[in-house]
Each structure stands twice: as C-alpha cells, then as structure tokens.
C-alpha cells in the first residue's frame, strides 16, 4: 500500500474513534489549555484557554493574562494545596497525611531549620489603571516594616495583599501615590510601591484591587525551589540549598567590620583602597580564594573556618 494511503486510511480511523466518543476532542473555550491547543489557535485573549507561552513557567500567576491551574499550573497553585515536607523537600500537595513533616507549620522554602530570612521585601509595579507587576523580590535577614491585618481595606484606590500561610491569610492594604510633588506636579501613570512583609510560612501572596486578582505569587517557587541553582529571586537566607554563598553581591550586607569575611554589599567605596571603611574586601579574607594571613589552607584556619 502507497505511504499515501496509510496515512489517510490512519486519519479516518482516528476521526472514527473521535466521533465514537473514546476520544474527547478538545474544546477551545473550556479554561484548559489542552491537547491540541496552543496559544496560537486557542488564545486566552479571544476567549480561548492558552496564555502567551512566556508567561507560564515564570513563577507569577498573571491572571490577568489568563492564566490559571488548569492551563498553567506550576504558576498557579489550587488553592486545596499545601506544603509538606517530604525527605527534607518542601512539596506541594493536595492529599492531607503525607508522611515526613507532620503540619505545613514545619515546611518552609525546602529547609526550614537553615533559612535564616526574617521579611520578605517586594516591588510591586502598580499602574493607574489597577495592572499590578513583579519589579523585585527577596528574602532579607532585616525584619519586616510592615505588619499584617486580620482584613482588607476596600476603600477607593487601596490595593489588597493576601498572604496566605500554614495558619491562614494575613492581608496588607496600601494606596499608591501617583504623583510627583514637584513644581509643577508630575501625574504618572504607573509607580513601584515597596511592601516588607514577615517571611516565616508564606506559601502565596495575591494581588487584589476592586475585587479582582491581580497579581499571584507562588513563593516557595520563587524564593527557593530546590534544583541546585540559585535562581534569580533567590538568596542564601531564603535558599541556602541553593545558594551556598552567604556573602554573595545579592543587595544584603552580611559581614561586619573586622569578621574576616569579604561582602562588597556592605560598602559604598568606588574601591579605593585607602578608604579606611573599605575593611576586609581589601585585606587577606576568609573568602577570597586564596591561601593568605593567618590561613593554614585556603579560606580555612587561624580566623577562618576549620580546615
């Protein structure tokens, strides 16, 4: 039989089993992005179930954009999930009674015992029209600026931010200021507004503004998703998994005068090495890679760790 032939006699067969019911075709329209379907052919734009490929995989929800669990659900987590810790992993799941960590309470960012971050510190882009964007996120070992409440503000103009924990939703309201008090007054149309929130038992963090979400945030897989590399919203006090290096050029200070351990985040020298302030990233350090000062191996002994 001519290859021709084999391929359309293929074809009858499968729409054959299509129309008998043992296949369910895919249905453009039905909230999820099936077999078949594609961005390209069934757009969340035209009331179709697939968003824009670079959106999914992100770590952010954009519902806006039209995402969901269904068409994306490693960005968008059902709300029934919750975290447990399974062989010292921090996993999401939806069946209660996994072994390993008994209560979500135990499980944070993959190694609960080792991170060290006490607030979580946001950018929020925010736009007059109520679209609200990720500019920055971190982990930071300072405590938080800003506390949660047991309820939103609805008023006019406020946006709401839902952080849902192991023991429930603690939420924080802010109205952003879309203007510069110049002169002349400068109107903007968009401004980035910075939240400092308590990081021990966050899971998601949701964006509301006159009752619509607009911005989900899934923050174990942001903050540290365990797979040995340390991502770009990762650090060594939400991850240390993942990222090893504490004194890392990651925006956090964490080295004092005198410790012997070189952080460039604690300076504002332009490298003048005779800037008194300049400390230990000009002298023998512990982290320099180099065998030096009072080391007996490199970066170890004397005032450093132990070899």
């Given at each position: 039989?001519?290859?021709?032939?084999?391929?359309?006699?293929?074809?009858?067969?499968?729409?054959?089993?299509?129309?008998?019911?043992?296949?369910?075709?895919?249905?453009?329209?039905?909230?999820?992005?099936?077999?078949?379907?594609?961005?390209?052919?069934?757009?969340?734009?035209?009331g179709g179930d697939c968003p824009p490929p670079e959106l999914c995989g992100d770590g952010q929800c954009d519902t806006v954009s039209g995402?969901?669990?269904?068409?994306?659900?490693?960005?968008?987590?059902?709300?029934?999930?919750?975290?447990?810790?399974?062989?010292?992993?921090?996993?999401?799941?939806?069946?209660?009674?996994?072994?390993?960590?008994?209560?979500?309470?135990?499980?944070?960012?993959?190694?609960?015992?080792?991170?060290?971050?006490?607030?979580?510190?946001?950018?929020?882009?925010?736009?007059?029209?109520?679209?609200?964007?990720?500019?920055?996120?971190?982990?930071?070992?300072?405590?938080?600026?800003?506390?949660?409440?047991?309820?939103?503000?609805?008023?006019?103009?406020?946006?709401?931010?839902?952080?849902?924990?192991?023991?429930?939703?603690?939420?924080?309201?802010?109205?952003?200021?879309?203007?510069?008090f110049t002169n002349p007054p400068i109107i903007l149309d968009e401004t980035i507004y910075p939240v400092s929130i308590p990081f021990f038992?966050?899971?998601?963090?949701?964006?509301?503004?006159?009752?619509?979400?607009?911005?989900?945030?899934?923050?174990?897989?942001?903050?540290?998703?365990?797979?040995?590399?340390?991502?770009?919203?990762?650090?060594?006090?939400?991850?240390?998994?993942?990222?090893?290096?504490?004194?890392?050029?990651?925006?956090?200070?964490?080295?004092?005068?005198?410790?012997?351990?070189?952080?460039?985040?604690?300076?504002?020298?332009?490298?003048?090495?005779?800037?008194?302030?300049?400390?230990?990233?000009?002298?023998?350090?512990?982290?320099?890679?180099?065998?030096n000062g009072e080391e007996v191996g490199v970066d170890c002994g004397g005032p450093c760790k132990e070899c």
């Amino acid at each position: 039989m001519k290859p021709v032939h084999i391929a359309l006699l293929v074809s009858l067969l499968l729409f054959a089993v299509v129309l008998s019911g043992c296949v369910n075709p895919s249905v453009c329209g039905n909230g999820i992005c099936e077999l078949g379907e594609s961005y390209k052919n069934c757009p969340v734009e035209s009331g179709g179930d697939c968003p824009p490929p670079e959106l999914c995989g992100d770590g952010q929800c954009d519902t806006v954009s039209g995402e969901n669990h269904d068409n994306c659900p490693e960005d968008c987590v059902q709300p029934e999930t919750h975290s447990e810790c399974i062989d010292y992993q921090c996993v999401l799941v939806s069946e209660p009674g996994i072994s390993g960590c008994s209560v979500d309470a135990d499980c944070f960012l993959g190694l609960p015992s080792a991170a060290q971050a006490e607030s979580i510190e946001l950018g929020l882009l925010v736009s007059d029209a109520g679209k609200v964007t990720l500019s920055s996120l971190m982990a930071s070992p300072s405590l938080p600026t800003d506390e949660l409440s047991g309820a939103p503000v609805n008023d006019d103009g406020y946006f709401s931010l839902a952080v849902t924990t192991a023991t429930g939703i603690g939420y924080y309201s802010f109205k952003p200021e879309f203007m510069l008090f110049t002169n002349p007054p400068i109107i903007l149309d968009e401004t980035i507004y910075p939240v400092s929130i308590p990081f021990f038992g966050a899971r998601t963090i949701d964006v509301d503004f006159e009752g619509s979400e607009r911005l989900s945030l899934n923050i174990p897989f942001l903050l540290c998703n365990s797979n040995s590399v340390c991502d770009s919203y990762e650090n060594f006090f939400s991850c240390p998994s993942d990222c090893t290096d504490a004194y890392a050029e990651d925006d956090i200070c964490n080295s004092e005068y005198d410790d012997y351990y070189c952080d460039w985040d604690c300076y504002w020298t332009d490298g003048d090495e005779t800037d008194p302030e300049a400390g230990e990233c000009f002298k023998p350090n512990c982290n320099d890679g180099v065998m030096n000062g009072e080391e007996v191996g490199v970066d170890c002994g004397g005032p450093c760790k132990e070899c």
